[in-house]
């Protein structure tokens, strides 16, 4: 059993371990990846971050259209979606490397793309490979003819923002978003609050409950299409940071969502296991999916901060020493490195665990790698994808993902990815803390960009969970679970 | 003016809920007073108060005014008679001895001066700037100034930066100034610290009294009271300080330069710790501008620079006192 106390107790990280068991192909997947965000930010990014920033200051309904469509143009969108669906077939690890260099220069950028892989995550977790087919045909397409295709994830409500992330908390909690079983689908009617990227995305994974009173058993995962009768978009909201990602309301008032669109719904034991640990599952597993990514994230964002302040101890004035030779400025810079690197760990940790136990590990084979590598893309979507649209398919899934469970290791990667996502995105803060005390009256000017990724970051401690859910998560996922006499959530 | 009058003057003002703009907020402050020379004669502990419940209501404002009363301060602590019916503006985030960008040459009692001063707080309709010795005229062909710059917080106050090409200013004081003005103005730095964290503090022990989640108001989960309870403490143990050392500084007694330098550098570390707890509080909600701790956020962060960079101020300190 891999618990998370033997990953603690073990003398090896993952990533010696992951060392021996990943393609060797892997690595030069990352490090293009890498390089492809790298780019990215040398000709888009870092000349129009700090003016997107500023346009949606002054105008908060400005959406970044431009933004978007020059990282369709650039195949984002769709190169980490299953080859068999038409996707570059890039590993999740990969996008570890490129969100972190993309967040180096902004984190709201890099979350107009990061989010929509959320959407895509949250579909593949419910094994719906019908609906996860026909977004990812929608997105290559949207590639093809220049017309973005983004997925939002929409789940937080007005009265129920941290309730969403635990279902030990939901049916506690005031959800609001009905789903009535019609005709031929589902009708939906609620609200949605702070859905990244809700004004630019064409697909909207949304979540409603049939049974208001008992949500955590009557979950329905929903695929909407902008533009579907009974959806609108209301307010965007005006925020501290990342800008360049707007935070969307969703109204549905009786918006029918056809039984083709939906993902998961209320039904018999699966395997073994009621609907309610299905969804429960699901939760986890999208959550530890995105926390390394978070983490990440702002791993990239402590590095940005560490540039931008050695920038400024670098630069010379006249009649002063350089700030880069005194001795508590050194200090400093060494810290704000240490952060970094912290980051960095934790985040792979986290991401390497998700990738070598987690419920997509087969990808990461050295077989399935190779073999999807090398099949042309018309073999792997005959082949493939009609493996994983075929019902038995999802079943099969299913039952490994039980095996999991079982094995606890689905405690174990939920664990590190909260652990990354808390620790990540607190050093974070700490190194713009830094180098604004560095910078000093330098760092509080918008041009020299220090500013901007204080506000920017401030947002990692509270998205995929506040900072305190996930130490709770951890305490309960490992620490907490099976020891007599204690709970969580029940105080 | 006695200092209970000031205190019934920021009362008034508080009431005054009909200025929307910050510009017809400081032109109420004006109006009331709050800009008088003769309100550099109060009490640390007076100006402290008032700077503190303007904080409390908006950082801009107390930055304001503090910029204003630390130039009409470095003036009336030279003697130098200079009586201006506008607000003095003041670059208040820069090491007030900070003169190495600034090519000056004495000549016939007048000062001329070429140089680059950056992110000036130009309150009002300043028509002299007090840059580090310097009295600065603001208007006539010599001084250009920029439009405002964007800046993380106190952002409806302007900054703006000045470029001197030979202006005629007047040299009004020695270096000896800036030790008597760094400790004259380290309190009311401190106050403005305090007041935003106050406010912070306050929304956030509101939202968590309201917001429900679990099924149970926010305040009942111990890690939130825990948190609550910590920013509470820290708030308490600052003000205690904060009073304490004005009280001081008022009697005058041994040591007051150094527990104010002290006490304004950790108020202004602490409101950036406080101001981002204040935030996680709320969660998604306080990241928005719907409330109002992002803003109070922005402040803190920004408002840590008051009278220089802290790394150099903790120097300073060092220098002098230990």
Known sequence: MASF????????????????????????????????????????????????????????????????????????????????????????????????????????????????????????????????????????????????????????????????????????????????KAAGGYRLTGSKIFISNGHLSSWHIVTGYTDLARPSESSVILAVKTGSPGFSLGRIERKLGQNACPASVLNFDQCFVPASCVCLEPGPAVAGASHRDLCAMLVDDVLAMSRPGVAIMAAGAARGAYREALRHCLRPQPGVTLLANHEWAQSLLAEMQKNIKLSEYCAWEAGLHMALDGPFRMLNGRFVFWLLKLLPVSVAKLFFGALMAHPSGRLNMVKDRLKLKHEGRDRSYSALGSLAKFSASDLAIENCRIALRLMGQSGFRSENRVEKILRDVKLLQIYEGTNQLNRLNLFKQVIGHGVSGVSVFNE | MESGLLIQLIEKFSKRRGERSFGEKLKALQELGFFQAALCEQGISALCLVLQELAAFDAALAVALFSHWAAAQALRLARFDFNSESPLAFPAFRNISETQDLQTNDRDGRCIITGKVESVLLTGQATHAVIANFLVPLTGGTVTLSAPVRTLGIRSCPHVDISMSQTSGVRFASDELFDQLHDRMALPAAAIALGISRSSLDEAVLYAKTRKQGGKEIIKWSEVWMLLSQMTMQFRTGAAALSRVCAQADAGEAGWERDAAATAVCLQELACALTSDGIQILGGAGYTTEFGQEKRFRDAFHTQHLLGLLPSRKRRFAARFI
């Not at chain 1, 997107?52 to 259209?65: G, K, Q, S």
């Open chain 1, 5 to 180: 106390d033997s990953i603690l107790s073990d003398t090896l990280p993952l990533g010696i371990r992951a060392a021996a068991r990943l393609p060797k192909g892997l690595l030069k997947e990352i490090r293009h990846a890498a390089a492809l965000a790298k780019a990215f930010n040398e000709e888009v990014v870092r000349p129009q971050a700090l003016a997107v920033d500023h346009r949606i200051m002054d105008e908060p309904d400005f959406l970044p259209h431009q933004l978007v469509r020059e990282a369709n143009e650039r195949g984002f969108y769709s190169l980490w979606l299953p080859k068999a669906f038409g996707g570059g077939g890039y590993s999740a690890l990969s996008m570890l490397a490129f969100s972190q260099e993309l967040a180096t220069e902004c984190l709201g950028i890099g979350n107009l793309i990061g989010s929509h892989y959320v959407g895509v995550a949250l579909v593949s977790a419910t094994f719906n490979f019908t609906v996860l087919r026909r977004l990812c045909a929608d997105i290559v397409a949207g590639e093809k003819n220049g017309t973005p295709c983004l997925v939002s994830t929409a789940i937080t409500e007005p009265d129920a923002g941290t309730d969403m992330e635990d279902v030990d908390l939901i049916d506690r909690g005031h959800v609001q978003c009905r789903a009535e």
